[in-house]
Every structure is written in C-alpha cells, then in structure tokens.
C-alpha cells in the first residue's frame, strides 16, 4: 500500500467512525429509502431544502464501512449546494465510481478517497448508494 492509498483507507474510517449528518430525526420525512441487496447496506435519507439550495443532508444507514463512509462524505458534499449542482456532482460521481469517467481534481479529498473502490466491482454499489439514494430524495422533494 502506498502512503495516499495509507491516507485514503485513513479518511474513509474516519468517516465510518464518525459519521457526519447520521441523524435522521423523528419527524424528518423519509424521501428515500434504498438498498444494495448485494451488500446488504440500506440508507433512509432525507434533507432540507431552501430556495433551491440544499440546507442539510440527513440519513440512517445500516451496512458495510464503505456505504457508511460514503453517505457521511456524500452528507458533507452536497450540504450548501443548488439542487442542480448536487445533481450533477452525484451523476459524475456514480459515473467516476463505475469507471466511465475521471475523476475530477477538483473534488474534495474525501470523494477522492473512495476512488480506490473501483478496482472492485462489487463494492461501487455500496459506495454509490447513499448518492443514488439522495438522487431520488431530491427529485421527490421536487415533486
Ligand atoms: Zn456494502
């Protein structure tokens, strides 16, 4: 293992130790609720939304270190965006994580630190699905 491999691996524990926006609250409407059947990781998300920009970013999530460390960084990547920019950020996420297309340098580290998932197939679902899920909780919201 390399050192950024090293600090990569580092990152994503602290994520999973600690998870940011872990707290989805009694009276928060569940917008989605998704599972990767293949891991058995399943996410409940929710989020506020004002004037088009996204407020805050809440989950529960129960699975694997991976989708828990994903849905923390995904918490902290989209909180204080438009709706369009998360949109986007998350359909070039999944896109990067299922490997048809880069990586973008200018992305938090953190997202950076789930790249090495992609070497294996079967853990790109539960890194993607607390994105996928938000995906859907934003056009529920909408609706
Ligand atoms: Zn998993």
């Not at 965006?81 to 200018?106: C, H, K, S, T, Y």
Request: overall charge negative.
């Amino acid at each position: 293992m390399d050192d950024l491999e090293q600090i990569y691996q580092e990152m994503i524990l602290d994520h999973y130790k600690h998870p940011r926006n872990a707290e989805l609250l009694a009276d928060d409407p569940v917008l989605a609720d998704e599972e990767n059947p293949m891991c058995g990781d399943r996410i409940q998300l929710t989020c506020q939304i004002n004037d088009e920009q996204i407020e805050a970013v809440r989950y529960k999530i129960s699975g694997c270190a991976v989708s828990r460390a994903s849905a923390s960084m995904m918490s902290e990547a989209l909180q204080g965006l438009p709706i369009e920019e998360a949109n986007d950020l998350i359909e070039q996420f999944v896109a990067a994580m299922r490997g048809e297309r880069e990586l973008d340098p200018d992305w938090h580290e953190d997202l950076m630190a789930l790249s090495g998932v992609r070497k294996f197939p079967l853990r790109v679902k539960c890194a993607t699905l607390a994105w996928h899920g938000m995906a859907k909780a934003l056009s529920e919201r909408k609706a």
